[in-house]
T-cell receptor, first 113, second 114 residues
Framework: ELKVEQNPLFLSMQEGKNYTIYCNYS?????LYWYRQDPGKSLESLFV?????AVKQEGRLMASLDTKARLSTLHITAAVHDLSATYFC?????????????FGKGTLLTVNP | ETGVTQSPTHLIKTRGQQVTLRCSSQ?????VSWYQQALGQGPQFIFQ???????GRGNFPPRFSGLQFPNYSSELNVNALELDDSALYLC?????????????FGNGTRLTVT
């Protein structure tokens, strides 16, 4: 059974600092998704990583995927308050061609002035 | 382009009752997935429909059932509600079923079972 672990689960940062959220998954998977959720809101898609070595960037966020290490990272550069949210990574089972995603527990990010 | 819409937004039911939640997919999307998100947890996959057929199911009992209609809208039905069914139920749609494009989530239905 696929397990997805994120760390840290809670992250308090100062504005302007850099940090990385880690997402490990337990079995082979060829895709990795990152989502953002604001309190009381739904999930917003950030990145879809489709292959080993994939790197995607949007604004102050950059995500990467290493399928051999079963690891994805979400790097935050020069954090701003607007990035405060819960971030989830999710992966499908290996060889799966549907959206049976297993989500991590989420990382609650708080960016302080 | 309209996004994924779900109804109702909030619902309160009593243990043992039945509930139906509804979802309209984003225009052009033929795949719909349902997830359950308990408070403080990540979403858990319930099932997926592609062109009106179920093509993936998570570890949920048979009292969780669904339908997808020809216009790709969908329903989630839960029978014999239990207290632990209290959660945010999220519907998500995508174009194609192979997972290469992002899932677009609706705003969810908050179900409370008393």
């Amino acid at each position: 059974e696929l397990k997805v672990e994120q760390n840290p689960l809670f992250l308090s940062m100062q504005e302007g600092k850099n940090y990385t959220i880690y997402c490990n998954y337990s079995t082979t998977s060829d895709r990795l998704y990152w989502y953002r959720q604001d309190p009381g809101k739904s999930l917003e898609s950030l990145f879809v990583l489709l292959s080993n070595g994939a790197v995607k960037q949007e604004g102050r966020l950059m995500a990467s995927l290493d399928t051999k290490a079963r690891l994805s990272t979400l790097h935050i550069t020069a954090a701003v308050h607007d990035l405060s949210a819960t971030y989830f990574c999710a992966a499908p089972p290996g060889g799966g061609s549907n959206y049976k995603l297993t989500f991590g527990k989420g990382t609650l990010l708080t960016v302080n002035p | 382009e309209t996004g994924v819409t779900q109804s109702p937004t909030h619902l309160i039911k009593t243990r043992g009752q039945q509930v139906t939640l509804r979802c309209s997919s984003q225009s052009g999307h033929n795949t719909v997935s349902w997830y359950q998100q308990a408070l403080g947890q990540g979403p858990q996959f319930i099932f997926q429909y592609y062109r009106e057929e179920e093509n993936g199911r998570g570890n949920f009992p048979p009292r969780f059932s669904g339908l997808q209609f020809p216009n790709y809208s969908s329903e989630l039905n839960v029978n014999a509600l239990e207290l632990d069914d209290s959660a945010l139920y999220l519907c998500a749609s995508s174009s194609g079923s192979e997972g290469r494009s992002p899932l677009h989530f609706g705003n969810g239905t908050r179900l409370t079972v008393t």
